[in-house]
C-alpha cells in the first residue's frame, strides 16, 4: 500500500537529478553538480545534498572522488532511472516485509559466497567488515547514521561474491529500500544497551563462516543475523 509519508528532502533532490537525465542534461559519465551549487539551485542544505549523493553512491549509481567530485556511473540508462525510482520511493515499504524478503535472499547469497569465494574476495570483505565496525563504535551519533551504509556496502560485498549477478540486481533493485531501514535500524541500536557489540558479533560470525568456507553455517549466521534485526520492529 502507498506510503502517506512525506518525501525525504534528500528523495526530493534525486527526484531533480532523475527529471535531468531523463532530459538527457546529465548522461553516465558525467558530473554531477557540486553540494554547494545543487543546495543553492534547490534552496536545500548541503546536508541534504551530502544525503542524496551517498545513498546514490550505496545503489551504485553514483561514484564520490574526493577532490574530483560525483561522478554518474556508467549504466543503461533505464537501469539508472528505475534504481532511482527506487530510492524516490524509498519509504514506502513494510519494515518486517523487507526483513523477511532479504532472510530469503542474503541467506543464498551468503551460501554461494562461502562457496565461491578466494583470498581477494575475503580481503575486500574483511576491509568492509572493518569499515563497518570503525562506525558503529564511533561515539558521534551522526556517524553512527552514516553507519547503515557501511552495513550496506558488507552486505553488498557478500551478494557480488556470490558470482550471482541475478542477486546483485534484486540487491541494487531495493538498495534505496534497505538504507533507509539500515539508517532507521542504526538509530535504533544506539538505544539498546549492548546492541552494537552483538551487531558487529553478527557480522563477524558471517565473515568468518565465510571465510572457513562453511556455506551452511554462513548462511545461518546471516539468517540469524536479520531475524535479530527483525526482532526489533515487532
Same mark, same amino acid.
Given at each position: 500500500?502507498?506510503?502517506?509519508?512525506?518525501?525525504?528532502?534528500?528523495?526530493?533532490?534525486?527526484?531533480?537529478?532523475?527529471?535531468?537525465?531523463?532530459?538527457?542534461?546529465?548522461?553516465?559519465?558525467?558530473?554531477?553538480?557540486?553540494?554547494?551549487?545543487?543546495?543553492?539551485?534547490?534552496?536545500? $542544505?548541503?546536508?541534504?545534498?551530502?544525503?542524496?549523493?551517498?545513498?546514490?553512491?550505496?545503489?551504485?549509481?553514483?561514484?564520490?572522488?574526493?577532490?574530483?567530485?560525483?561522478?554518474?556511473?556508467?549504466?543503461?540508462?533505464?537501469?539508472?532511472?528505475?534504481?532511482?525510482?527506487?530510492?524516490?520511493?524509498?519509504?514506502?515499504?513494510?519494515?518486517?516485509?523487507?526483513?523477511?524478503?532479504?532472510?530469503?535472499?542474503?541467506?543464498?547469497?551468503?551460501?554461494?559466497?562461502?562457496?565461491?569465494?578466494?583470498?581477494?574476495?575475503?580481503?575486500?570483505?574483511?576491509?568492509?567488515?572493518?569499515?563497518?565496525?570503525?562506525?558503529?563504535?564511533?561515539?558521534?551519533?551522526?556517524?553512527?547514521?552514516?553507519?547503515?551504509?557501511?552495513?550496506?556496502?558488507?552486505?553488498?560485498?557478500?551478494?557480488?561474491?556470490?558470482?550471482?549477478?541475478?542477486?546483485?540486481?534484486?540487491?541494487?533493485?531495493?538498495?534505496?529500500?534497505?538504507?533507509?531501514?539500515?539508517?532507521?535500524?542504526?538509530?535504533?541500536?544506539?538505544?539498546?544497551?549492548?546492541?552494537?557489540?552483538?551487531?558487529?558479533?553478527?557480522?563477524?560470525?558471517?565473515?568468518?563462516?565465510?571465510?572457513?568456507?562453511?556455506?551452511?553455517?554462513?548462511?545461518?549466521?546471516? $539468517?540469524?543475523?536479520?531475524?535479530?534485526?527483525?526482532?526489533?520492529?515487532?
Amino acid at each position: 500500500m502507498p506510503s502517506n509519508k512525506k518525501k525525504r528532502v534528500y528523495q526530493t533532490i534525486v527526484e531533480h537529478i532523475k527529471s535531468a537525465i531523463e532530459r538527457k542534461e546529465m548522461i553516465p559519465g558525467d558530473k554531477l553538480p557540486s553540494e554547494r551549487t545543487l543546495a543553492a539551485h534547490l534552496s536545500v $542544505s548541503r546536508t541534504s545534498v551530502k544525503e542524496a549523493y551517498s545513498v546514490l553512491e550505496s545503489a551504485g549509481l553514483v561514484e564520490i572522488k574526493h577532490g574530483s567530485g560525483v561522478i554518474l556511473l556508467e549504466d543503461n540508462l533505464d537501469d539508472v532511472i528505475m534504481k532511482m525510482n527506487v530510492v524516490v520511493r524509498g519509504e514506502s515499504f513494510d519494515i518486517v516485509e523487507l526483513m523477511e524478503f532479504r532472510q530469503a535472499i542474503e541467506g543464498e547469497t551468503t551460501y554461494l559466497a562461502a562457496v565461491r569465494c578466494n583470498e581477494e574476495d575475503l580481503v575486500t570483505l574483511h576491509n568492509a567488515y572493518l569499515k563497518f565496525e570503525k562506525a558503529v563504535t564511533a561515539k558521534e551519533i551522526t556517524v553512527k547514521e552514516i553507519g547503515a551504509k557501511e552495513d550496506l556496502d558488507f552486505h553488498m560485498c557478500i551478494a557480488r561474491i556470490s558470482r550471482n549477478l541475478l542477486f546483485v540486481e534484486v540487491m541494487y533493485m531495493i538498495y534505496g529500500r534497505l538504507y533507509e531501514a539500515l539508517k532507521d535500524a542504526s538509530i535504533k541500536t544506539v538505544q539498546i544497551p549492548g546492541r552494537n557489540k552483538t551487531v558487529l558479533s553478527e557480522h563477524y560470525q558471517i565473515f568468518t563462516a565465510i571465510k572457513d568456507k562453511n556455506p551452511e553455517l554462513a548462511r545461518k549466521a546471516m $539468517s540469524d543475523h536479520l531475524q535479530s534485526v527483525k526482532q526489533i520492529y515487532l
